[in-house]
């Protein structure tokens, strides 16, 4: 099934990082962490879909998606950073296997965030945010999507960790095994990961290493 959406707002988050507000059609749901495929409604864009995962909760009003693009290069996320309020977007049903499944640790990569806003703001809104934390590695401080959010929901909670920004005011270095042991207290816990493919592998590896199960590890398959 496709819906055409228009876009009601575009606000910026980071240089190259953008939530779009759009329309939401009818009798449309879907659980926090999931995505659907979306293209742009213009002639020789109506059929390059691309998932992304919905930032919005389920019951606004309205959708949102909040997508980094990649202005080195043309493409669809070139293309979206190019749109105004009253553009088109074209969704379709959802999907996704990330959700939501119990306290635990949250692993994030750059973009590979956004499944986990929702999850967050929804915990947040319904008051169980508590024994959940955020591990969310970006190359630098200005990459960091949500910032000030993310530090108003989790607090102490979450843990910025930066890779390639000499001047930060975060963790430096990477969330590897010595990150891990030290960060951790409890492997039996869930795990939620989503990133570039590389390192959703290397952190699946590493937490069974460590001990998690790897039915607690919940990441996109």
Request: net charge negative; proline share 5%.
């Amino acid at each position: 099934m496709e819906y055409t959406i228009k876009i009601k707002s575009i606000v910026p988050r980071t240089h190259d990082v953008r939530s779009y507000r759009c329309e939401k059609p009818g009798n449309y749901h879907f659980i926090p962490g999931q995505a659907t495929e979306v293209s742009i409604n213009k002639p020789g864009w109506e059929d390059e879909k691309r998932p992304f995962t919905f930032t919005s909760l389920n019951d606004d009003d309205d959708l949102e998606f909040t997508i980094k693009s990649y202005l080195d290069h043309p493409g669809v996320t070139n293309e979206l950073y190019r749109l105004k309020e009253g553009d088109e977007l074209i969704v379709r049903d959802v999907w996704g296997a990330i959700e939501y499944k119990g306290p635990g640790y949250f692993i994030a990569g750059g973009a590979g965030i956004t499944p986990f806003i929702a999850i967050l703001r929804q915990l947040h809104k319904e008051g169980k945010i508590d024994n959940n934390k955020l591990f969310f590695s970006n190359k630098t401080d200005k990459d960091i999507i949500l910032e000030r959010e993310l530090d108003s929901i989790l607090g102490t909670n979450l843990i910025n960790v930066v890779t390639k920004d000499p001047g930060t005011k975060h963790f430096a270095g990477y969330i590897n095994e010595a990150f891990l042991k030290e960060h951790v207290e409890d492997f039996s816990r869930k795990f939620y990961l989503c990133g570039p493919a590389p390192m959703v592998e290397t952190m699946q590896a590493l937490l069974h290493g460590l001990g998690a199960s790897p039915d607690a590890v919940v990441f996109e398959k």
